[in-house]
């Protein structure tokens, strides 16, 4: 093999592996590894505090799910309004209520109000 063909196929090389090695080496924790657990560790009291919640792409609205309603664990329609000129309801099932019960976090859809959607993260407080 000549210098040229040497310096060619290295270069080559090189260009090839960097953008895989950046791809492999990119990561979103220290670890590298991801997290299986569709259950995370518990975080919060929904018994002892209620729960919080999170609404993807809020203007407005607003969601509280208070301690005796998850002890009560029946299936129960929000209205999510807040300060809003539109509603949207969300239903969390008795099923719902056993997951906030054990401490674990719960996503659930909205009705469609003018024209769209949201997704709400309910988690312990």
Do not use: W
């Not at 969300?90 to 859809?109: D, G, K, Q």
């Amino acid at each position: 093999m000549d210098r040229m063909t040497f310096i060619q196929k290295t270069v080559g090389a090189m260009l090839v592996s960097l953008p895989v090695y950046t791809i492999i080496g990119c990561s979103n924790s220290d670890s590298g590894m991801g997290n299986d657990d569709p259950k995370p560790n518990p975080q919060g009291d929904c018994l002892a505090n209620g729960t919080k919640s999170s609404i993807a792409n809020n203007h407005g609205h607003t969601l509280t799910v208070s301690k005796s309603d998850v002890q009560g664990g029946i299936e129960k329609t929000y209205s999510i309004q807040g300060t809003s000129g539109h509603n949207h309801d969300v239903t969390l099932t008795a099923n719902n209520f056993a997951t906030l019960e054990s401490n674990h976090s719960i996503t659930v859809n909205s009705t469609t109000g003018d024209g769209h959607t949201h997704s709400v993260l309910v988690s312990c407080a």
